[in-house]
């Protein structure tokens, strides 16, 4: 799959739900009573870091509740396995650490769901050791940080809004209190010479 190219899952027919699940796989919510207010329907969502963990289960979870879900994430096999499970999804391949990612990201899912409504920002890394590999550095940054912002500022952009952008960001919990004990990088040798 080419990075950021859409691929609609058509909705399966036939299954026991009618909705493309099996009834052992699918996780419902009612229509009518008092979860009636947290439907989705007609809403389209955007789910990066889709391709297992909280990412996945967010993806279904919307998919559940109504929703037409784009999936997100640089495993393709995942998201497809994925695809299988919901209801007409599109699948997007991207790595969100390419700076020109988050952009083609939202072109793919404008063009398969016809705009966002529920953007949820899932994808992100840790890396714990030194600063001083500066691509290392650039790209947790850039997946951490600057794909959510990106994502988040040019979704209510997206054509045909219906309802107000909700938007959903995923952090760890070193985001407020960070590691233990992170090591320093060695003092380089000029810097060194220089402060004896």
Do not use: W
Not at 48 to 66: E, I, K, N, P, Y
């Amino acid at each position: 799959m080419n990075e950021g190219t859409p691929r609609r899952k058509a909705g399966a027919q036939g299954r026991p739900d009618g909705r493309g699940h099996s009834s052992a796989r699918a996780t419902s919510v009612a229509p009518d009573g008092a979860l009636a207010s947290f439907r989705l329907d007609g809403r389209r969502a955007l789910v990066t870091g889709a391709s297992s963990g909280l990412g996945r289960r967010f993806a279904q979870v919307l998919d559940a509740a109504g929703a037409r879900v784009a999936v997100v994430a640089r495993r393709a096999a995942r998201l497809e396995d994925l695809a299988a499970d919901l209801h007409d999804a599109v699948v997007v391949t991207a790595d969100l650490a390419d700076p020109s990612a988050p952009g083609a990201v939202l072109d793919a899912v404008v063009e398969g769901l016809g705009g966002v409504d529920v953007l949820v920002n899932n994808a992100g890394t840790l890396v714990v050791g030194p600063a001083e590999d500066d691509t290392t550095f650039r790209d947790v940054v850039e997946l951490n940080l600057h794909a959510p912002y990106e994502l988040t500022r040019a979704a209510p952009d997206s054509p045909s809004r219906r309802v107000p952008l909700s938007v959903v960001n995923i952090t760890s919990i070193l985001a407020r209190v960070g590691a233990r004990s992170i090591p320093r990088p060695p003092t380089p040798p000029a810097r060194a010479a220089s402060s004896s």
